[in-house]
Each structure stands twice: as C-alpha cells, then as structure tokens.
C-alpha cells in the first residue's frame, strides 16, 4: 500500500513544471474564508508550495446541473454570494480574478462527445472564491468554473475528470472544493464529531491511498453510512472529477484531516 508523503515532504518536493497536480478542497464554513482558522492556514500554505499554474478550473460543489455540463466563458466572471446571512462582511468579500474563456473552450472540446456546452451565467460561487482567495489572494491567476452534472453516475464523474486529464499539461491546475463528510442538518458546535462521519471519511482517505478509486465509484449511495455522510452527494463529487485526472505518476498528500461541526470532513487530497 502506498503511503501518501506529508504536507513539509511536499514544498521540499514540488518544483515548477508546466504539469500541474489536480487538488481537492474541504471547504467547509464560508467563514473560513475570513477568519483564522487552521483549515484556511493549510490553503495558504498548499498556495505558495504549489508551481504557479497558468490558469485554474474550479469544478465547486455549488454549481449543479442536470443532463448536461457547463464551462464559464466568461472573461471576467463575478463573484457570486449563494448563502444565506451568516454575515454582512462576507457578502463584502469580492475575488476579481480573470476568467481565461481560450481555456474554457478547450475543456469544453475535450468533452466534445458529451452533453458540453458553454455559459455565461455563472462566475465564481463561494465554493470557488472562500478556497481561492486563500490559495492566491491576489487574485491575479485566471479562474474558470465547470458545473457538476448531478445526473451522472458516480463512475461517469470519474470519467468526464479523466477526459480533462490533458489540461494538467497545459498549466492548469484543476481544483475540485466540496467536502468528504457533508450534512448540515446534523451540525453540532460542541466539539464531538459523529461516529458515521469519522468512518465514511476514513473510508474515503484509505480508498485514495489504496488508489481504489472504483470502490468509491461503486459505493452503495442507498446504504445508512453514506445517506448519514451525505443527505445529498454533491458536495462529494467534486471529489469524484478530480480523481478521474489521476495516474500512476502522481503522489498523494492528504492534509487538511479533520472534521468540523462534528459532520462536516475538511480532509483535502492532492495528487502531484
């Protein structure tokens, strides 16, 4: 069983390349995007470790659609607010960075053979912007969003990711943000987590270290564990893209392990 290498081992092991990894986000509370917190701390870190890629496809747990895929063209694609009030300065937060709509077209073409069409009316929702504007607070590298088709199979989501897998050597890093554990009915604020969230999280964690991408493609999405883990799958999927992008010249690194609100995994993966 391979062992995935350790968040320092990274930044010594990382250089810049014209190959980037493929990422995926926990990410949680919006707040963590303007309070300190360690989750937040990590995105920063992971920021200035990784090569600095050309362009960024962010597939978010926000963005759904049904029967059909969608890529943001836009050149400059807005900051969407999709909360409720949890509070007035997050609705102040803006993340002006470009769209990069030559890029956008170019994923698009290598879904040509799927239900793929551009749009322009998304930008960038806070499953994008609450990740980003830790990860490169400048906001000075191009972003664009691809929707998840929330009618696909499990194994089908793996499969659009894998068809994306020739972006990684044209500079773009592709970054899914959701969260392994997601049920916010059952939130709980003080300091236990639940049994069935630490086991659907170590679930998934040895599933990726163990490169068995196909139990998580199949898991029984009708059983108690996984109804428990996740009411509605969708913040898992954005996992599920970026596996599909994986080969056997990339190396794990889990960080982020944790659970917060007692449901909530904000365990994060890179493959690089």
């Known amino acids: 069983m391979t062992q995935p290498i350790t968040f320092d081992a990274l930044q010594d092991r990382l250089r810049p390349s014209d190959r980037m990894p ?3 986000l926990g990410h949680g509370n919006p707040l963590n995007a303007i309070t300190d917190n360690p989750w937040a701390d990590d995105w920063e870190a992971m920021g200035r470790a990784l090569p600095r890629p050309r ?17 943001d063209v836009q050149k400059e694609p807005p900051t969407i607010h999709d909360f409720g009030p949890i509070s007035p300065r997050l609705f102040e937060v803006q993340y002006p960075a470009p769209g990069d709509p030559e890029t956008a077209r170019a994923a698009l073409a290598l879904l040509a053979d799927e239900a793929c069409h551009g749009s322009q009316e998304w930008g960038l929702d806070h499953g994008a912007w609450s990740v980003l504007c830790r990860l490169y607070p400048e906001a000075d590298v191009p972003v664009f969003q691809m929707s998840i088709d929330i009618s696909k199979s499990f194994a089908d989501q793996i499969e659009t990711g894998r068809r994306l897998g020739a972006l990684r ?22 300091g236990g987590v639940y049994d069935w969230a630490e086991e659907f999280d170590t679930l998934v964690a040895q599933a990726l270290v163990d490169r068995d991408f196909d139990r998580l493609a199949g898991v029984d999405r009708d ?8 009411p509605t799958p969708d913040h898992l999927m954005p996992a599920l893209y970026c596996l599909g992008l994986v080969d056997n010249r990339d190396t794990l690194t889990l960080f982020n392990e944790g659970i917060d609100l007692g449901c909530t995994s904000m365990r994060s993966f890179l493959f690089s």
Not at 55 to 61: D, E
Not at 223 to 230: E, V
């Open 22 to 24: 493929v990422m995926f």
């Open 169 to 190: 050597d044209q500079g773009v890093l592709v970054l899914g943000s959701g969260n392994i554990v997601h049920n916010l009915p059952d939130m709980q604020f003080d």
């Open 223 to 230: 059983s108690a564990l996984f109804r428990r883990a996740h």
């Open 55 to 71: 362009a960024i496809l962010c597939i978010s747990a926000h963005w759904m659609t049904r029967g059909e895929t969608l890529v």
